[in-house]
């Protein structure tokens, strides 16, 4: 209870690094009285309906909230905030920005799903659903009617991900009843109900709501994945269903049936190279990429219990090994380490979530599944010998490190010795940088675990100081890339270890004979930081710029100086580090030697010194105290005595001595603010003559130490961030340190030590100010006064005042004041909130050096500046940071947070224990992220108060923004767009003072109309613009009238505005209304408000709704009068006719004005005006679309049993045959026509059932489509009156047959869509101005000509979807003899254009409607008497037409195939190939997936190439010309598997494969280059095809046949592709391992030399991917084999070998092959067996050939692939193997 007896509320999670905080206990009351504001803000401003001004804002400080306390509220109130802004999210209507701001505030409200379970929070998903149809899948958006600008489709989907786990159960049951129908696996639809499924469907269900869960789909989706094997684009949601079952709902389902397939996909979709040159996959190949994170999820999900995934993936990794070599890089290198990353990344979590993460209310791994210890062994076991290549990669090898920091932190006792003797390799031989760098980064990523006091691997520690000596002389100025590594490795490992010397505490602690091992060798920590810092300095010196010519460093600047500040601060940090774990004792010594090092000598200031002075300031933030009572004394008492003589003091080039002295003495200021009091006097002595220096170098220096000491001595910061929370000044003997090593940190007792500024810090702040601001002050109000100052001076006087406000910005309160809201309506709630805490004041400033008077001076100074100096630039400039940091900086700005989370981030990634998890961090690393947290408050400048005061600031930025110099207009617009983020309602202030520059007034300068464009492009005005039809309406006229100038930067910039505003174009939301559940939700959040007070609400929102709505009307009729102007050019009407096409809005319709203006652009001179038209005309034409009645179709009187409808069974059943074309059963009549049930979406029925299916009414029932002027509405008239007129007809079509660039154009979409509305809306009203138009075009042989006919035709057609039949008829009349004459009247250029003829009149249309067109298509395609070409393309036409509709022809297709198995045997191999792509769509629907009932089987087509393939192969060897005709269709055959194996849904069946097997045998004519060629490429895409177990038994048994032939060159295919298939579809022949091994050695023994050595490759291949794993059984086979004897004879020409004598020599060849292939499966790699093989095969080098050449080059490809490793590989040999092997390898010398 607290005080009072109120009962304390219980928080959801608050953010617990704000109890650190030095001003913790303000911090509850803080968060009390905002979150209360908030509630109550946002309640009253949306039960009175106010959404753009009230709960905007407040939603903002909601976010501002959760970034700032976390979940610091009660559950009751976390459950009011996801339900109000989930009911806000899904609200109809909304502007995409606000969905999009909104969205991601949700996502943070359901970030943490263990606060809140199911039975806390409840979602219907069906508004979701509705959102992400508007989002993904609206005809609204692809037409261009609605706009969504950039992330608002990853809002919603990252909404989506979050939301599904509150769906309620019954969920499953209803998403499948909505996207079942829609999946249709040969229609795009298919895509949309995949998608929907896997992010819709919920999976975290409890135990007893499993069977409504994923029961209700998993085998029937599984099924439908494993059956399509030729990755269609659905397969991916599919595989990512599968990913969220297996992880979401752990042991459940059985996922062992389906391992083979799964894990067989998985390695296809690596697309690794396999087979040798000719045999890869190419480009045009299907290939297929799961995302590596769904693949090491899904397998990672499946393992526990008796599943069979971790075996597989043992497997797949072996398979994969030898890819994972360095020499192996490729395309293929990134999936691959990826895949590595994230399955331990994975695997970790998994451990982490079974055992140490608290469990909640969401489903646990039971414990029959949970991952036992023998499971992580053979993880690991399968992980590490692939991992211990891939550390090595020449590209992406920390995500090596990365994985090799999961798999330390399961196993360290098998992961670290290996890395450990790699590293000391690299650390011994620094001639290879590579090995180096790569060791050092997974040294870092497993610093952490090997320095932990860990009982699997104990030892570990003791490599600490061994590994620190020996990094030390990678610190090499000639290798960055070494230096860096070093660097980080000893800032990482440091960062974990305590540097006390321990020794003398061995008799005082009970300690292990490791522990005491550890305690004697820390004494050597004092000489490891003396040696470091002696290599710190060596690189120093060699820095400097002195070390290199003028040229050189004129030459590579920019590049050396990035090279050299990552070095400088990567040693910088190190070093810090470093002596930050001192302790006091070896930090002395360290000091000691700084300052030794420091003071003797002296640097230039770019480098070198830079790097010696961070170094010295790193010893300053660890203490302060002694290093400034070294330093300070040293430096001032220098620069003193160097200034003493006056020529130094107006010196433009001073004594270097003096430069490095004060870089030093400013780096020094930049420790703590308390020590700096001791040495106050001396310091401002000091910088008091410095600032007036005259060299600027010196100067800026001086005014650095300033601002670093104002910094130090006004910020809050942490004074420490050791890695525990004890000083190390403790004695050994007292605290065992040891312990300590690697230790996390405890979040609830850091102890950190804060630097809060005292009273006496305050008041030497003050002094500075007295000493030095308010003389410049003083100075510079003299000057605006009249008093002569050079520029120099004011320059220099400028940035000291910069530095000095820079400095002390935390302690310059913000000033507040009045909210500017000229313009703005009032809101119904305040629009301001207290400022967050993020000081403990002990004072304030003075008055005179408030914030606000600094703010008042620099407006004045400026002011005065831009009126008397305005080509000053360099005051200007430093002008323009005064004012960035008095609006933008309260002492840290964005830039610099971003800087620290960044830095953040990457240790924590670098040092993170993920499996412990519970923010087990390092001290050091809580230290930091609580440092962030106070800078984030600080830095908290959302929605600020704007003021005059700050309004005149920033129009101070906007007039430098118009400036007449570059550099000023750039810098001041970037400190625009900084600030106007901040404050609210600024670009709305402003606005008003640009648009007047854009004006074309004599006034304007050139430079302000162009400064003022380019503050139109800021982010946020134009944002702001394009989402306020008031902003809308004063901006876009003035840019279309904007023709200032004709310069060519102008124009160019005139483009990049029109683009932005276009590209950040959101459809802006008119018509606003609350909803009811919003209001209701809203009065839940805080109280319900009177009904009075919500109708007034409405009122004011239904008022501001009219004025919307005016402003819209408003600026469409000025941008259409602009867009008519005759007094623009032609560029500007462009601009205006682009914002007025952007404003059309779904809401509301276009006005008659604008209609008129468009209409009358499509025949605009100009060529862009009238491209921009036509889609205008698009849209109008859309909005104008009158609403077509639909009426519910009675699928029972069609067949379809109403009580079965809803049964899954996919494919072509006896109830879908009523929607298929069958010309008996076509309309014939009027009355026919009228009530016959249409379908035109073909995926309707084919996989299920929808509850209702709807077709259109009758035509009479139909809006009239026949209508005169008079019936026409104000908005149709403008197109009625254009179109009725002739002469604009025919100066339309004019246009549109003219061509607008030669051998560019082609089909536009724009143009088809403009005819289809038309004729949609108005019938065939226009059709008689443009039938003499086709008349005259359809025969012309022009190409514009003709594509414009083809646009034209194709609207005609697809837009007299809703005529009547006699409307229909007539049309028909009329184009059916054109097409016939147009068809045959074809151009190669024309051919594209008529094919999207066929697609747009077929698609989402009934066959029946369209029948007439199918007919004519189809109506004898191939000629014979005429071209190859007209033969062709009318295939191609017919294909792209009949292709549409699916499944729904199929009685077409079958009168198609026979008509094309007449031209089989074609005479022209273009037509063959048309033949083939035909017949692949003709054959398409035939699947194991669904039912085949009327459609065309591959069987039948196969049956009937298989005769003519028969016969060709029988009559082989006789006259080609007798089998000249079965050789043709055999041609067609290959070119329809080629297109089957890459174009199709299922790639392969048994009878392709028996067919191709078949056809191989026609490798023998070989003068035939096509049928050559054609089988060659089926070969290789066949050989990389997925096959299921019926494919592998027939791909076994042709192969038998094949090789029973004895044809070598068939025999060398077959086995060419059945090796590549093995890998391909490697699990999947796992069970027949054996046959191939027998075929294999069968094929050893071959008599021809070319098949024995293919298959001796193919062997090797299969051992090194583990797929064949008898090695020893193999060895015994091929050295048996090897030792057969030969039998020598004397020969003589009449007397050749002896049958006998040949076969010996067969069989000892093939022995010596088998032994070379074991070799080459080994090319990494030595195992125990290979030297005794290698002996072996050295015993046949005197052998006759061929088996001396194959032992040669075995023996030379061994020494190729094991060259970088041989001094560990010959550690495996004996010597005398070396002895014999190095015989064999090295020449004889010539002089031997």
Known sequence: MEEGGTTKVKYQKPLVYNQHLPYAEHIENEAKELLENIKKNLSVALQKHELKRGCIYWTNQLQCYLRTYGYQFSKEDHVKLIKLLYEL?????????????????????????????????????????????????????????????????????????????????????????????????????????????????????????????????????????????????WEDYLFRLFTRLSWELPGHPNWNPFIRQIFTRILRSFNI??????????????????????????????????????????????????????????????????????????????????????????????????????????????????????????????????????????????????????????????????????????????SRTLLSNSDRFPEGRGHFFSLLFLCLPGIDPNDFRKTIAVSVFLSASISLVPLVDCSDCIDHHNMTETEKELCQLSRQFEDFVVQFLDRCFALVEKCSLEQVTGLDRTVS????????????????????????????????????????????????????????????SAAGKVNAEKTLKLFIPHCTSIINRILEDPEQRESEHPDTDLVWNLQLLAQMMATRGIALLSHAESIIECLLKCVDLKNKTAAGYAAKALRSALNTLSQIYPLEARSINKEFSMSPKEHFYINDWAKAGDI??????????????????????????????????????????????????????????????????????????????????????????????????????????????????????????????????????????????????????????????????????????????????????????????????????????????????????????????????????YLVDNYLYSCRQMLPHVVPLLANDPAVSHEQFKGALYVLNLPHFASMVVHNASMMEMVLPAIAKADHSEKRSIVKLIGIVLHGYAK??????????????????????????????????????????????????????????????????????????????????????????????????????????????????VCILWQQKRKTKRIPIDLQQQGVDVATKTTVQPGEREDTKWLTYDKDRLPKTAAEWDSFPFVDKTHWGYYSWPK??????????????????????????????????????????????MEEQKGKDSFDNDRYVVFKRLFNNFGDTFLHHFKPHLEKLGTDKQENNQRCACEIITGMISGSKHWNFDMVCELREFLEPLLKEMLKAVTLETIEDWAKFGFHVSANRDPRRVSWVLELLMDSPLTGNASAFHDTSRLYILQSAICQQEWRVGNLLHKLLDYLQLHFAHQFKNVRNSIGSMLQFITFFDTPLCLLSYNVKVATVVDMFMGSAQKAVSLLHEDPESTKEEIKACKTALYWITDKLTKSLIQITPDIIKLFAALLSLLVREEDEELIMLLKGGARLLSHAKLSDDCIKMVLFVTHQIIEQDVWKVTLFALNMLQILIFENFFMFQPYVEDIQHLLLARLQDNTIEVRELAANAISGLVRCKFIQSVDQLQVVFSKLSISKIQRRNK?????????????????????????????????????????????????????????????????????????????????????QLTSLSDLLVSPSYYA
């Open 89 to 233: 999210v899904t609200m109809p209507g909304l502007e995409a920005q606000l969905v999009r701001a909104w969205c991601y505030i949700l996502i943070k409200l359901l970030k943490k799903p263990k606060l809140l379970s199911r039975d806390d929070l409840v979602l219907s998903w069906r508004p979701l659903f509705v959102l992400v149809q508007e989002v993904f899948y609206s005809k609204h958006q692809q037409l261009g009617v609605v706009l969504y600008s950039s992330g608002l489709s990853d809002a919603v989907n990252s909404l989506l991900k979050e939301a599904r786990i509150y769906f309620p159960v019954e969920t499953t049951k209803e998403v499948m009843e909505e996207w079942r129908p829609l999946m249709c696996p040969f229609d795009m639809t298919m895509l949309e109900g995949c998608n929907a499924l896997a992010e819709f469907l919920p999976i975290i269900l409890k135990p007893e709501e499993i069977d409504l869960g994923y029961k209700l789909w998993f085998d029937e989706f599984m099924t439908l994945w494993i059956k399509c094997d030729s990755y269609p684009h």
């Open 557 to 616: 600047n920019s590049h050396k100086n990035v090279h050299e500040t990552m070095v400088g601060n990567s040693v910088a940090g190190s070093i810090q580090g470093t002596l930050t774990q001192c302790s006091p004792q070896i930090f002395q010594v360290a000091l000691d030697k700084l300052f030794r090092f420091a003071s003797s000598h002296v640097f230039e200031s770019e480098i070198a010194g830079q790097l010696c002075a961070d170094m010295c």
């Open 1064 to 1177: 950040r174009h959101d459809s802006l939301c008119l018509r606003v209304k609350v909803t009811d559940d919003v209001i209701k939700t809203a009065a839940n959040l805080y109280k319900s408000m009177s009904d009075e007070e919500i109708q007034k609400g409405q009122e004011n929102m239904e008022n501001e709704s009219k004025k919307r709505l005016q402003a819209y009307y408003n600026v469409t009729d000025e941008l259409a009068e602009l867009s008519e102007s005759q007094q623009l050019q032609w560029r500007f009407v462009e601009i205006a006719t682009t914002f007025l096409v952007l404003s059309i809005h779904h809401q509301e319709p276009l006005p008659a004005k604008a209609v008129k203006a468009i209409v009358n652009g499509m025949v605009h001179d100009a060529l862009a005006v009238r491209k921009i038209c036509i889609k205008g005309l």
């Open 1692 to 1776: 003589s020409a009449d007397n050749p070998d002896a049958p006998e004598e040949q076969n010996q020599l067969v069989k000892r060849h093939a022995g010596v092959l088998g032994l070379s292939a074991l070799v080459g499966a080994c090319p990494y790699t030595v195992p125990e067996w290979l030297p005794s093989v290698l002996d072996h095969i050295s015993d046949h080098l005197r052998d006759p050939a061929p088996i001396q050449a194959t032992v040669k080059k075995v023996m030379s490809d061994f020494k190729r692939t094991h060259h970088d490793n041989w001094q560990n590989h010959k550690m495996k040999f004996t010597e005398e």
């Open 1252 to 1297: 209702v299916l709807y077709t259109y009414a009758p035509f009479a029932e139909q809006p009239k489509l026949d209508r005169v002027a008079d019936e026409m509405s104000e908005l149709e008239r403008p197109i009625y009156d254009a179109f009725m007129s002739k002469y604009f007809v025919d100066k339309f079509v004019s246009f549109l047959s």
């Open 748 to 977: 609830h007792r850091l102890k950190m030590d804060w630097h809060v500024s005292t009273e006496a810090e305050l008041e030497l702040v003050d002094r500075i100010f007295e000493e030095f601001l308010e003389p410049e002050m003083t100075r510079l109000n003299a000057f605006m006064n009249g008093e002569l100052l050079e520029r120099e001076d004011l320059n220099r006087r400028l940035s000291l005042i910069n530095a000095l406000i820079g400095g002390a910005a935390c302690y310059l309160s913000p000033w507040d004041g009045e909210q500017l809201m000229k313009g703005c309506n009032p809101s119904c709630v305040p629009l301001r909130r207290k400022p967050l805490i993020y000081r403990v004041v002990a004072k304030e400033p003075p008055e005179k050096f408030s914030r606000k008077k600094l703010a008042e001076f620099c407006h004045n100074i400026t002011e005065y500046i831009l009126a008397h100096c305005e080509d000053d630039t360099n005051s200007q400039l430093t002008l323009i940071k005064i004012i960035r940091a008095l609006l933008g900086n309260n002492g840290i700005t964005k830039h610099e947070i971003d800087g620290r989370w960044a830095s953040y981030r990457a240790t924590k990634r670098s040092l993170e224990d993920k499996l412990h998890g519970n923010k087990r961090h390092l001290r050091m690393l809580l230290v930091a992220r609580v440092q962030i947290q106070h800078e984030m408050r600080m830095g908290e400048f959302l929605s600020s108060t704007l003021t005059q005061l700050h309004f005149d600031l920033m129009m101070d930025l906007f007039k430098m923004s118009t400036s007449h110099y570059t550099q000023i207009r750039m810098r001041s617009q970037s400190a625009l767009t």
């Open 273 to 446: 190279p396999v087979g040798a040159s000719g045999w890869g996959r190419a480009i045009t190949d299907q290939t297929h990429s799961y995302d590596p994170v769904d693949a090491a999820t899904l397998i990672v999900g499946m393992m526990g219990g008796d599943s069979e995934a971790l075996a597989s993936l043992s497997k797949l990794m072996l398979a994969l090994d030898s890819y994972y070599h360095p020499s192996n890089h490729g395309k293929h290198t990134r999936s691959l380490l990826s895949f590595m990353k994230e399955l331990t990344e994975c695997f970790v979590e998994r451990l982490h979530r079974e055992r140490f993460a608290k469990p909640d209310w969401r489903p646990q791994v039971p414990a029959p599944f949970r991952l036992t210890e023998n499971d992580i062994d053979k993880f690991v076991d399968c992980m590490l010998p692939s991992l211990q290549q891939a550390m090595f990669a020449k590209a992406h090898f920390i995500t090596a490190a990365i994985a090799m920091q999961n798999l330390a932190l399961l196993r360290p006792e098998r992961v670290l010795p290996d890395l450990l003797e790699k590293t000391y390799v690299a650390l011994e031989t620094l001639t290879e940088p590579h090995q180096l760098v790569s060791s050092l980064q997974c040294m870092t990523a497993v």
